[in-house]
């Protein structure tokens, strides 16, 4: 554990420096998904603001849930931003051979090379719109809810770095596996929204298959309207998490053992 934990750092520093040697253009990226998110958000405002309500949710809870959709999502983006490109190019381009020369686990190796930093602005205006919604609805915060949110962020970053790791490991069969990644991250749009909304064949795949709905959706609705026992819903989230990352692991495995070099 201590070789991976300093490794881990050493990777981390490297990435650092190496965006800090370009401040304007990190400053920029930040500013840049900062603005992108809050794009989002002020049209989905502007689109609301005149409905009373959303099947009994108000601007400010829908507000709510949108901005904790974000940290999941931020979360797992600053962390893991590298599972993209090998899905999308690194292993057709055979630019991950050297990971299999080196004494450690090719996911690890992969996942430490870099940070994505930009995924700040996303996290930044998660936070400042959670925060501001929170304000303004009627929540009675307990120990339980904190607990609860907690989990909903860490345990969800986990899910959905395994949805990415399964759908990433694809590329070393197939040499590109972006668009099968990206067929099952569109629905973190789907999120942002209540999932009680949407009919029951979209319901499912949020909460079984790409399941945001389960760790955005279900934890506000719980402590907004107590719709959900919050043990049991902590508990399934976290059981839903070992089980994707068992899956999502083993199939990593399977599929860099089908490996083959490329360079086109």
């Known amino acids: 554990m201590n070789y991976y934990i300093k490794t881990y750092s050493t990777f981390f520093k490297k990435s650092l420096i190496a965006k800090m040697e370009y401040r304007k253009d990190l400053f920029i990226g930040i500013l840049g998904f900062f603005l992108e998110n809050l794009a989002s958000v002020l049209s989905i405002y502007f689109i609301i603001r005149n409905i009373p309500s959303l099947q009994g949710w108000t601007m400010y809870e829908l507000g709510l849930l949108y901005g904790f959709t974000m940290l999941p999502i931020g979360v797992d983006h600053f962390f893991t931003d590298e599972l993209w490109r090998v899905a999308y190019f690194r292993v057709k381009q055979g630019d991950v051979d050297r990971y299999f020369l080196r004494p450690a686990p090719v996911l690890f190796q992969i996942i430490a090379d870099k940070v994505q930093l930009e995924a700040l602005g996303e996290l930044i205006l998660g936070i400042i719109m959670f925060c501001v919604c929170a304000a303004n609805c ?58 009680t909304i949407y009919p029951s064949f979209i319901r499912a795949i949020m909460l079984f298959i790409a399941p945001f709905g389960l760790i955005t959706s279900m934890p506000i609705q719980a402590i907004l309207f107590g719709t959900y026992n919050i043990p049991l819903l902590m508990l399934k989230i976290i059981l839903m998490t070992a089980l994707f990352l068992i899956i999502s692991i083993a199939t990593w495995n399977i599929c860099i053992k089908h490996y083959e070099s490329s360079g086109s």
């Open 138 to 195: 009627k929540i009675n915060w307990s120990f339980q809810f904190v607990l609860l949110l907690f989990i909903a962020v860490i345990f969800g970053t986990l899910i959905i770095t395994s949805i990415k790791i399964f759908t990433t490991a694809f590329a070393f069969v197939i040499k590109r596996s972006g668009m099968i990644t990206q067929v099952f991250y569109n629905f973190k749009d789907y999120a942002k929204y209540p999932v």
